[in-house]
């Protein structure tokens, strides 16, 4: 965190290093801290896209989820559809007990993933929202299998965390991919 504050003070006028403030307090699961960020940073930068989606995640996280799903769809339209947010539109439709919704959003990926390479994990994180817990398993073995590049980043989401990170195959996926969590025996190197 020290890093990212002096980032930001270097350049306190970058829209994606205030961001990154909000999104290591998201990942840390301290969404109230993350939302105070997030607000400020919108009210600098009001039409980076970012910071709407991520401030969306981290209202539903918080229960507020008209706020957030209202921050998701904004987010999505200032990007113009990108298919990323509209990942995270569905997870937030998820999370909110949308589940009609959040399927449509996913048909929606699954037709563009017809024209272009959409990661397995794009699906895997909304498999497991939606409590089809299984069909992420097997898309997160195909993004082991593919060897996707953003598979390291499954050990800060907490999204997959919260959804799969009861299941013993979460910590094996990590060590798979080389990165050890302590706290689980399995993963304890005194165990």
Not at 27 to 45: G, H, I, M
Not at 53 to 72: H, N, P, V
Not at 90 to 106: M, P, Q, Y
Request: aromatic share 8%; charged share 30%; no cysteine.
């Amino acid at each position: 965190m020290r890093e990212i504050m002096r980032a930001r003070e270097i350049d306190p006028f970058s829209p994606q290093i205030n961001t990154v403030t909000g999104a290591i307090y998201f990942s840390s699961r301290q969404y109230e801290t993350a939302v105070k960020e997030l607000r400020a940073t919108v009210k600098e930068f009001p039409e980076f896209f970012n910071t709407h989606d991520l401030l969306g995640m981290a209202l539903i996280k918080t229960g507020r989820f008209q706020e957030g799903l209202s921050e998701l769809e904004l987010a999505l339209k200032l990007s113009g559809g990108n298919y990323f947010l509209r990942e995270d539109l569905a997870i937030g439709f998820a999370l909110s007990g949308e589940i009609k919704r959040a399927l449509d959003e996913l048909r929606l990926l699954d037709g563009i993933s017809k024209e272009k390479y959409l990661s397995p994990l794009t699906f895997a994180r909304i498999y497991a929202v939606i409590g089809k817990k299984e069909e992420s398993w097997k898309l997160l073995d195909k993004a082991l299998e593919d060897r996707v590049a953003d598979l390291p980043h499954i050990a800060e989401d907490v999204v997959l965390q919260d959804a799969l990170g009861d299941d013993d195959r979460f910590f094996q996926l990590l060590n798979k991919i080389g990165i050890r969590r302590v706290g689980r025996e399995e993963n304890d190197p005194a165990s």
